[in-house]
């Protein structure tokens, strides 16, 4: 596999999961804000909406990127998934699985997987949440799942 390719998914998930506040973002800007500012602070008004222009431009790029690069690796990625485990000493280990789609008739899917360990505030809000409350101390988040929502619904 191409080394960019666990890059580039980990840049997608990083950055769909950024951006996909951007709308709830502004929509706190415009109703709390931009009021607050224009009442007490009036002089930095327009330096408000011309700051939040610029970021709305960019974020709005930035998620057309991700949703087309997402949907690009798509052609060869069949799926990825992320395995949370809980270890005797407490620690947390997360086991990446891809399963890529080659031009290669011989082996026509190719499966990598790359472990790491992980501390407490790395693993996920979800998985722990779950730990705490129903104990389960093994996860699994099927990340295309995901993301193809996600890009469904323009959450991207």
């Known amino acids: 596999m191409p080394a960019f390719i666990p890059l580039l998914i980990g840049a997608l998930f990083v950055g769909g999961a950024v951006l996909l506040c951007w709308g709830k973002i502004l929509s706190w800007a415009q109703d709390h804000l931009k009021p607050w500012i224009s009442a007490n602070l009036p002089y930095l008004s327009q330096y408000l909406d011309d700051a939040f222009v610029a970021l709305d431009r960019d974020a709005v790029k930035l998620r057309k990127i991700a949703k087309n690069a997402w949907q690009q ?84």
């Open 73 to 156: 690796l798509r052609r060869v990625l069949i799926k990825l998934v992320a395995q949370f485990v809980r270890q005797l000493d407490g620690s947390w280990t997360v086991r990446i699985t891809s399963w890529l789609a080659t031009q290669n008739s011989a082996q026509p899917v190719v499966k990598r997987e790359t472990e790491q360990q992980l501390c407490w505030d790395e693993v996920p809000d979800v998985v722990r949440e779950q730990y705490l409350r129903r104990n389960r101390s093994a996860q699994e988040i099927d990340i295309t799942k995901l993301r193809d929502a996600q890009v469904l619904t323009n959450d991207v």
